[in-house]
């Protein structure tokens, strides 16, 4: 599929890098079209290049006037020197103004979100209940309710925070309900504790810019969510009085709930509580990656393609997938 001349977007991402050979920089972008999100560089640019006016930064709306399509053969483009302009979005053509608009959590499924993290019944103990809900009263509540859960992989939409968390919380539910007979020694309180208090952390360091971009703060590089969320749940733990075995075992599923070390986590998973959280928590975060490149392919009229990958692991075009995007087109 060609490409528009002049061709509008929306810088999601910017940055510099270097080239394999290390002499020269280029600046890196990705940028959202009406033809999707493409990823575009910029040769031979200066190491400050993110400060530099002459250069596109996020957020920017641009008029890409000069590039070099490659997307076949290097799934990018190549952006002229001097071949952009910087516009206000209101001077987009009518038929590029949706570059600015960006999704939000279903009504419906917020609404499900938060009677599911809200629903008393699923608890053994009431204090745990009142203790999780004390965690949550500590947060400013306009941003939990608009807080993304990712910047870019998953649910990064205002109100994703809070749909991702219910999902999470609905799976170990499941896995729960279909354990506790044969295996007794899972306890629900510190499962759904862990559910619904994993990410909490993120209010803190994630957030939906004045574009409608979701974006994270310094703060998730220089400490990180897993850090914020341990430090509420010791807090307010201690606070309530509620029994010390129970706040260190739902630190620690806060700590390990990304798996692995490697994948960011504090710990790696010491518990079957842990175990289940981590691995629907994962579940969760694919499910959402995959569900918004399938809406992508939908809403272009695009094909799906043979193979993709996410988190850097390779998919193949499912039956389901496929059956998903067949039902949408």
């Known amino acids: 599929m060609a490409l528009p001349t002049p061709l509008y977007a929306l810088v999601l991402e910017a940055g510099i890098r270097p080239t394999k050979a290390g002499d020269r920089f280029y600046y890196a972008l990705l940028i959202k079209t009406n033809s999707g999100q493409i990823k575009a560089n910029m040769w031979d640019a200066h190491k400050e290049a993110a400060k530099d006016p002459d250069y596109p930064h996020v957020n920017d709306v641009i008029k890409i006037n000069k590039f070099k399509d490659q997307l076949a053969t290097h799934k990018s483009i ?21 570059l600015c608009e960006f999704p939000k959590a279903d009504p419906e499924r917020l609404k499900w979100a938060l009677k599911l993290i809200s629903d008393k019944s699923l608890w053994e103990d009431e204090k745990h209940y009142n203790f999780v809900n004390k965690c949550l009263s500590k947060l400013d509540r306009n941003k939990l309710m608009s807080c993304p859960a990712a910047s870019a992989i998953h649910h990064n939409y205002s109100g994703g925070l809070l749909v991702h968390t219910a999902e999470v919380l609905d799976l170990c539910r499941a896995i729960y309900e279909s354990c506790k007979e044969p295996y007794g020694f899972i306890n629900r309180d510190v ?75 504090y710990r790696p998973t010491q518990s079957q509580e842990a175990t289940i959280l981590s691995s629907v928590d994962l579940i969760s975060s694919r499910n959402g990656k995959i569900e918004s490149r399938l809406k992508e392919n939908v809403k272009l009229g695009q094909p799906l393609r043979d193979s993709f990958d996410i988190y850097k692991d390779w998919y193949f075009a499912s039956i389901g997938m496929k059956q998903y995007v067949e039902a949408a087109s």
């Not at 190549?78 to 949706?98: H, M, N, T, W, Y």
């Not at 590089?221 to 307010?236: A, P, R, T």
Request: aromatic share 8%; glycine share 10%.
């Open 191 to 265: 499962l759904y504790a862990g559910a619904i208090l994993h990410d909490i952390g993120k209010v803190e360091t994630y957030f939906i810019t004045e574009a409608g971009l979701a974006d994270q703060l310094a703060t998730e590089q220089s400490i990180g969510h897993i850090f914020y969320g341990m430090d509420l749940v010791k807090n307010v733990g201690e606070s309530e009085g509620i029994e010390q075995d129970f706040i260190n075992e739902v630190i620690h599923l806060i700590a390990s709930h990304h798996g692995k070390i490697e994948w960011g986590s």
């Open 78 to 98: 190549v952006i002229s020197p001097l071949g952009f302009e910087r516009i206000a979005k209101e001077d987009l053509p009518e038929d590029e103004k949706e």
